[in-house]
């Protein structure tokens, strides 16, 4: 595992660096440490950076790349490693070969870092004084930052609140790996609990896109409004909102407003026997909900809802090649206070944004899928 710490001075990366080390068995290491050990060499490179170093000058960007690059091509940092200060620039991001699996950000306030810097650590360094630490902050924010937005698009970054206490962060740490300390043993985390994911959202909020999201992290799904679509379909009915408001309503009054609920129960049942995570497209009512909890007591339920602003929900309706005319004020009412469907948005455990990039949507649904897997 190659996992690379991200943080201003103060943010605990040291700390955590050598933790993570005795339990992943993987070396922990600085760039400062890279360019002592190289500086004892009685090599050219050895030399160069001992006379850099011994001048107070920064080793420059092509020439740090290069080092860090070739250093951790050595046998011992085969099985993996532990990096702690590079890459600090976009520039050195860009050109680090080493396949890195996860940054870790921990990301602490600039007040927390002075703080323990300069009053709470009794062994401070004498250099370590509050305009010094102030500049530091300001060249981090400056060429580091952009840093996190380059792997935060690669889907490896990790940001941790780094202002928790050291084993707290520690376990949020291991859980971003995949890891879990028991018995002060490393073990692979393993979901104990079987868990829903209810979407619940207007029309054309994502839901659709959703339920695709989650499908790409190999989680099964079972949309309840297929039995409608099922249903219009086979008596060739067109797709418009009296004929879908009339088919609810006949499906209610011959099973309750937890109709759906009910007739996906036994796929529902299937889902959760083969897999851990199920997610449900289109929980509408209260009712379906409580349904859900009542047939599957040992299950975790986590409401999903999705909301988007008017006018783009409407647009993005009128533009689907399936079901175009099933938007507008009276279908939302009707979703609202016909079907029921208030309470579950109003008691959602999560509620998450669609009015930007389908990017920004699936940045949001990777925390919720984080959070639920890892609970």
């Not at 840093?147 to 970054?157: G, N």
Request: glycine share 6%; proline share 3%.
């Amino acid at each position: 595992m190659k996992l690379v710490i991200i943080g201003i001075q103060g943010s605990g990366k040291s700390t955590q660096g050598n933790l993570l080390s005795k339990q992943l068995g993987i070396p922990y290491l600085s760039t400062g440490h890279i360019f002592r050990q190289l500086a004892k060499e009685k090599t050219k490179l050895g030399h160069y950076i001992k006379v850099v170093m011994n001048t107070g000058l920064l080793i420059p960007d092509e020439k740090t790349i290069e080092i860090v690059n070739s250093y951790l091509f050595r046998p011992e940092y085969k099985g993996g490693y532990i990096l702690d200060g590079f890459p600090r620039t976009i520039n050195q991001a860009k050109k680090f070969i080493n396949n890195v699996d996860k940054v870790i950000y921990l990301e602490i306030p600039d007040k927390e870092a002075i703080y323990r810097l300069v009053y709470r650590d009794s062994q401070a360094r004498e250099d370590e004084t509050i305009p010094a630490i102030k500049k530091r902050i300001e060249s981090f924010k400056k060429f580091t930052l952009p840093v996190l937005d380059f792997y935060r698009k690669q889907k490896k970054l990790v940001e941790i609140d780094g202002i928790q206490t050291i084993e707290t962060v520690n376990q949020e740490i291991l859980k971003s790996l995949g890891k879990q300390l028991v018995k002060n043993k490393i073990e692979n985390w393993a979901i104990k609990n079987k868990k829903i994911i209810a979407i619940v959202g207007l029309p054309g909020v994502g839901k659709t896109d959703a339920t695709d999201f989650f499908k790409k992290q190999g989680i099964p799904s079972i949309s309840f409004g297929q039995i409608i679509n099922e249903y219009i379909e086979k008596n060739h009915l067109p797709h418009i909102e009296k004929t879908h408001k009339k088919v609810r309503l006949e499906l209610r009054q011959k099973h309750g407003m937890a109709a759906l609920a009910i007739m996906n129960e036994g796929k529902i049942k299937k889902a959760l026997n083969d897999n851990m995570i199920v997610v449900i497209d289109g929980v509408r009512s209260w009712q379906e909900y409580l349904h859900l909890k009542k047939t599957f007591p040992e299950v975790k339920i986590y409401l999903l809802a999705i909301h988007a602003d008017k006018h783009l929900r409407w647009s993005r309706s009128i533009k689907r090649s399936h079901r175009n005319k099933l938007y507008g004020e009276d279908r939302d009412l009707d979703e609202l206070i016909g079907i029921n469907m208030a309470p579950t948005i109003a008691y959602a455990d999560f509620l998450v944004k669609n009015n930007f990039s389908l990017q920004d949507f699936h940045d949001k649904l990777e925390e919720v899928y984080r959070t639920v897997y890892y609970s």
